[in-house]
C-alpha cells in the first residue's frame, strides 16, 4: 500500500493521507447516514473489491440560481486533470469528502449534525467557486452511492435569489479542482447530458435525468 501511495503521490502531489469518513451504510428508517473513521490512504491504493472496502462519505451541492431572465440554471464544473479521481469529468458540485472529528480523540463526538454537513458544503463553495453568499435555501436532495467511483455523498440543494454573476465572491476562491464551471438551464443540461453523459460521473448523470425527466 506504502508503494501504491508514493506512486500516487508522484503523479498527483497534491494528495493528503488525512482522515476522513468511509460509508458504511443508510438506514431509510430513521434518515440516518453511517460511518466509520478511517484514512485517505487507504481508499485510494486499496485492492479492487466489489463492493469496496472503503468509500468516501462526502458532500455534494447542487447549485441552482436564476439568470438574467429568471429562468433557473444548475451549475455543472469539469473536475481538473490534477485530481486523483475521475479527472476531466463533469459533476454537479463543488463536492468533498466530509471531514472526520477526533480520529485520534476517544471523547469525539459520534455524530455529525446536518447543519455541519451544510457548513461544510458552504465551506467548499467558497474555496472551489468563490461565491460567498449563503443559498437563501438548502434541502437535502438525495444520497447518492456510487461503487465503481468508491464515494457515497449526499447531495444539498442549494438555492439563490440572485443571478450567479451577481453572486458576492470571497477574495481568493481555491478553484484549481475545476477547470471550468458552466451555468446550465434545464433544457440545455437535458441537452447537454445527451450529448456528453460519458463525460459526466456516474452520480451527476442520474441526478441530471432525474432533474430534466429523462
Known sequence: MLARWDSLRARTPRLFNGPILAFVGYDDSTRVVHARRDFYMRLACQDEHDPPEVMLLGVTGLLIAPGRDA?????????????????????????????????????????????????????????????????????????????????????????YVAPPETLSRSDAPDSWEYDETRWLTLAELAVFTASHGDEMIAPTRAIARGLVGG
Open 71 to 159: 429562468v433557473p440554471r444548475v451549475m455543472l464544473g469539469k473536475r481538473s486533470r490534477d485530481v486523483w479521481a475521475c479527472p476531466g469529468l463533469w459533476e454537479f458540485g463543488p463536492a468533498g469528502g466530509l471531514s472526520a472529528p477526533g480520529v485520534f480523540d476517544r471523547d469525539a463526538p459520534a455524530t455529525i449534525t446536518g447543519a455541519a454537513v451544510l457548513d461544510h458544503l458552504l465551506r467548499e463553495i467558497r474555496e472551489e467557486t468563490g461565491i460567498a453568499e449563503p443559498p437563501a435555501r438548502a434541502t437535502v436532495e438525495c444520497l447518492t452511492i456510487d461503487r465503481e467511483g468508491r464515494g457515497a455523498d449526499i447531495v444539498i440543494r442549494a438555492e
